[in-house]
């Protein structure tokens, strides 16, 4: 039997992972100028939602936090995969797992790695987002997943992913077939 909880609740120490106050899809703080991301608040239902009404042929879901290295370094690879596949393509949905205290500090990293869409922040207990999102998901982080046209999960990991990781997951997705990373 898998911890699911475990993961996350190490997380949560470490992290400060904390539960938000339910306010749906709504900004967590005003973005005061053009050039900085909108970061909503969302839950793992909402998120959901999100996939399935997405116009996009693929839609990737990455959940990530400032303070996770692994998020931070596979970030740049993100942004230019979102750059170099047409929105109708793909739809890039980032989901921040920071404090909501600390959505300033997500909403400068989204700015500084050249994020200028809207962004996600998760909201809501950390088990119940949890199992929104993923059955296969433990609550470590980075966690990616990638849904094909009919918005069927056909790719899932939990770590870090390099550009070509990331753009093959997509171009199999596109594809329509099935693989698992991890």
């Known amino acids: 039997m898998r911890l699911r909880a475990g993961v996350l609740g190490a997380l949560v120490v470490v992290a400060g992972f904390s539960a938000g106050c339910n306010r749906g899809a709504m900004p967590v703080a005003s973005p005061g100028s053009s050039d900085v991301p909108a970061l909503l608040a969302v839950t793992g ?53 920071d404090f909501p205290d600390q959505a300033e500090v997500a909403r400068q990293f989204l700015r500084e790695q050249g994020v200028s869409f809207p962004s996600y922040i998760k909201e809501g207990k950390d088990q119940e987002f949890i199992d929104a999102v993923s059955e296969r998901w433990s609550g470590a982080l980075p966690a990616t997943l990638v849904y094909d046209r009919s918005r069927r999960l056909v790719r899932f990991w939990e770590g870090g992913a390099s550009f070509d990781e990331f753009r093959a997951a997509v171009d199999m997705a596109a594809a329509g077939e099935a693989a698992g990373k991890g």
């Not at 693929?58 to 959940?63: D, E, G, K, P």
């Open 45 to 97: 239902e909402e998120l959901q939602e999100r996939v399935r009404s997405s116009p996009a042929e693929v839609v990737l879901v990455n959940i990530w936090a400032t303070w996770c290295l692994p998020c931070r370094e596979e970030f740049p690879a993100l942004v230019r995969l979102a750059k170099e596949i047409p929105p109708e393509r793909l739809d890039l949905v980032l989901v921040s797992a």
